[in-house]
């Protein structure tokens, strides 16, 4: 009498496989490849909770990126706090009046690093200034794209309280009344 080797049913064949995954994870675990959670540190490197170049997601999306990075210094309403972080509220838009004022809003050190990607800081400096300070921004503003985030973010400000104070002095030689 010939022994029958019973066909592997699907039941089997499934615990195989999960099997066979678990220990593709742990051999990726022990090579150090485990998945990490959590912002990347690479500036250009889009996060966890990043979006495709090219869309344009509701201003939600913006707000919760503000919330995560950049509330607990500024609160969750752009006020900030008096003699330490500037109110973003109807003031920022002043900053859009010229060249090196809206580059110094990208070299501040909460925003040059921050770990979101150069688009996403593009998008979220363009909804701030719609959120906090729509009133301030000049006719004719051109938004923020990502190659003027990268460019501005390579440049480290030695003295930002300085140049802030040198922005804010030229801008109100033009009549623009910045906070
Ligand atoms: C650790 C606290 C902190 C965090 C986090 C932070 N900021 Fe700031 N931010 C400041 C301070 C303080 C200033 C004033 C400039 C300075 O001295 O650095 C400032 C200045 C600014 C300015 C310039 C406003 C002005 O009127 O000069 C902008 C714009 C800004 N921050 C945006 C952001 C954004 C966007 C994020 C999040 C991605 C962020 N900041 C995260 C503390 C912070």
Known sequence: MRARVAPVGPVVRGILGAAALVMAAGAACAAG?????????????????ATRPGSVPGDGHWQSLFV?????????????????????????????????????????????QARIADHEVAELTNWMLRRFSPST???????????????????RLADVSGERRRIVAALRERGIEVR
């Open 33 to 49: 490849l485990a998945p990490t959670y959590g912002p990347r540190v690479v500036p250009d490197t889009p996060n966890v909770i």
């Open 68 to 112: 995560l990075h950049c509330s607990g210094c500024h609160g969750a309403d752009g006020a900030g706090h008096a003699g330490s972080v500037p109110d973003l509220r109807g003031n920022l838009g002043h900053f859009m009046s010229t060249p090196e004022a809206r580059r110094f809003v990208l070299q501040v050190p909460g925003v040059a």
């Open 137 to 155: 921004v000049p006719a004719g503003f051109r938004p923020y794209d990502a190659t003027e985030v990268r460019d501005a973010r390579r440049e």
